[in-house]
């Protein structure tokens, strides 16, 4: 009995030094493990663009086409105020001289004033009607402008020929008169609208 609580104290004090020298040895090993640095390394993971040579051209405007300088139209005759049924009208110019004269100095004419549109009288229907014939005789003025102003009747064989005398001088366009180089007014421009039936 005793030799058998001997031997299972001898080998319960083997077992327990055995088991805290085991303790001893994993708590040693666990500092070491502990102490020893760990080598983190962080690796960046950076997208990189690559770079697109992209050509520019340099674009020029075109030129524009050559556009060539024509000289301005000119409005054609008002024909919407002729009656066509209406006898024809001869019409005569009278040509006038008209000297120009400030302070006793005489002015170059560079040019005389041109008639460029020229619209016929309507016949008025009473003297067409009536079968009236005759003459208006006009005064004007002829601006820088080249228009027609200030028309007149200075004298009419009848007065029935005076208003439609003076609208159609009024529609009359002219290239001015030119006097040391600058258009002026021409007044008293005179002419005569006759009113016949045609044969």
């Known amino acids: 009995m005793i030799a058998r609580l001997g031997i299972s104290v001898s080998s319960g004090v083997i077992v327990t030094f055995a088991l805290l020298w085991l303790m001893q040895f994993l708590i ?6 502990l102490s020893d640095k760990v080598d983190f390394r962080m690796m960046d993971f950076i997208r990189v663009k690559t770079e ?7 674009r020029k405007p075109p030129k524009p086409p050559d556009v060539e300088d024509k000289p301005p139209e000119m409005p054609p005759p008002d024909m919407d105020a002729m009656d066509p049924n209406a ?8 040509n006038v001289d008209i000297n120009m004269q400030m302070g006793g100095t005489d002015f170059a004419v560079d040019g005389e004033y041109l008639p460029i549109v020229r619209v016929e009288p309507m016949y008025p229907r009473r003297a067409q009607t009536r079968g009236i014939e005759g003459f208006c005789d006009m005064e004007f003025t002829v601006m820088k402008t080249g228009e027609v102003t200030n028309a007149v009747a200075t ?5 029935v020929f005076t208003n439609a005398s003076i609208k159609a001088v009024l ?11 600058e258009p002026i007014d021409s007044p008293g421009v005179r002419t005569r609208l006759t009113f016949k039936f045609e044969e």
């Open 28 to 33: 040693a090993t666990g500092r070491e493990a």
């Open 52 to 58: 697109e040579l992209i050509e520019q051209k340099d």
């Open 87 to 94: 006898p024809k009208v001869n019409l005569s110019r009278v």
């Open 155 to 159: 004298e009419c064989s009848s007065s």
């Open 171 to 181: 529609k009359w366009k002219y290239k001015p008169r030119v006097v040391n180089g």
